[in-house]
Structures are given as structure tokens and as C-alpha cells.
């Protein structure tokens, strides 16, 4: 009983570290950087150290203060992941906001993203709440094994897109 607890508090420890890292190592593999680099190794560990405050939080109460900080930590890595992989996705949001105005004014804007902040933020207290006592066992399931595949899974270069007759015959060396 004594060693599930101590995992248990390990691995509310260890979650919000490991949300952190994940989306840091899949960009230091997607730029074919040398993960066992020293500075990546101390990027690494800051990241991992600057998830703790937060897993102690989830370590002294769950439900309550592990439900709204993985909340507001999930809601902050799916904005960065969205607007650092995807630049696209702030033309799509200043169309969706321009539209909405035109549709329902200034103070329609402030109604729908209120709603749907209210929802979002929401659904995920639920959700983690719901987890209970076993939150930081998932969560720290879910990214260490995002982190740990990222890390020992091989990656491929891939060419996207059309290549002319011309590109063919230049041998291009990475």
C-alpha cells in the first residue's frame, strides 16, 4: 500500500513536467537536433522542474487543485502546439473573430467566446475531476509515453508536394 502511494504521489509529480516536455522533444526531433545534447538535456530538466510547483499541487488535492491546473497547462500546450505547428491556425482565427463580429456585433464576439471558454475549460475540469486520485497516473502515462516514443521511435524525412523534372536531377545533401 505504501509503494502505490509513493507512486501515486511520483506520478502527480511527474505529469505536468512531462506536458511540458513532450511538445519540446517533438520539436527538437522535428528540427533533426540531437537529443542528447547537454543544453537540450538542461531544457530538459527545467522543464521538468518547472512543471513541479504544479504537481504538487495535483499530489495535495486532486480533484480541486490538480483538475484547474492541468487544465489551465493542457489549455496552454494545446496554444502553443497549435500556433507554433500550425501558423495558419491565427489567419483561421482572425476570420473566425471577423465573422462572428459581422454576425453579432462586438458584444456577440464577447458572448461566444465566453461560451465557449466556459465550455472548454468546463469539460476539461470535469474530465479531470472525474479522474480523481488517479489523474497524475494518467496524465503522466499519457505524456511519458509520448516523450518516451518520441525520443526512441526512429523519424523519416519525407518529401511533400510536387517535384519537377529540374529538382530531380539535383541531389540536395542534409
Same mark, same amino acid.
Given at each position: 500500500m505504501a509503494i502505490t502511494t509513493l507512486l501515486r504521489h511520483l506520478a502527480n509529480i511527474a505529469a505536468p513536467g512531462l506536458l511540458f516536455l513532450s511538445p519540446f522533444l517533438v520539436f527538437v526531433r522535428f528540427h533533426d537536433y540531437p537529443i542528447w545534447r547537454p543544453e537540450i538535456l538542461v531544457v530538459a530538466l527545467a522543464l521538468i522542474g518547472l512543471g513541479m510547483p504544479f504537481g504538487l499541487l495535483i499530489a495535495i488535492r486532486p480533484k480541486t487543485f490538480g483538475?484547474? @491546473? +492541468?487544465?489551465? +497547462?493542457? &489549455?496552454?500546450? #494545446?496554444?502553443? *502546439?497549435?500556433?507554433?505547428?500550425?501558423? %495558419?491556425? &491565427? #489567419? @483561421?482565427?482572425?476570420? !473566425? +473573430?471577423?465573422?462572428?463580429? %459581422?454576425?453579432?456585433g462586438s458584444l456577440g464576439l464577447y458572448a461566444v467566446?465566453?461560451? =465557449?471558454?466556459? *465550455? *472548454?475549460?468546463? =469539460?476539461?475540469?470535469?474530465? !479531470? =475531476? &472525474?479522474?480523481?486520485?488517479? &489523474? =497524475?497516473?494518467?496524465?503522466? #502515462?499519457? !505524456?511519458?509515453? @509520448? @516523450?518516451?516514443?518520441?525520443v526512441l521511435l526512429p523519424t523519416e524525412a519525407t518529401l511533400t508536394g510536387e517535384i519537377s523534372k529540374r529538382s530531380r536531377r539535383t541531389r540536395v545533401c542534409l
Open positions: 483538475a484547474a @491546473a +492541468l487544465t489551465v +497547462l493542457v &489549455l496552454v500546450c #494545446t496554444t502553443e *502546439v497549435l500556433v507554433s505547428r500550425y501558423p %495558419d491556425s &491565427l #489567419t @483561421a482565427w482572425d476570420s !473566425f +473573430l471577423q465573422s462572428v463580429v %459581422d454576425w453579432g467566446l465566453g461560451l =465557449g471558454a466556459v *465550455v *472548454v475549460v468546463g =469539460g476539461l475540469i470535469a474530465l !479531470f =475531476g &472525474l479522474l480523481g486520485r488517479n &489523474l =497524475g497516473i494518467v496524465m503522466s #502515462t499519457v !505524456f511519458g509515453v @509520448a @516523450a518516451a516514443s518520441t
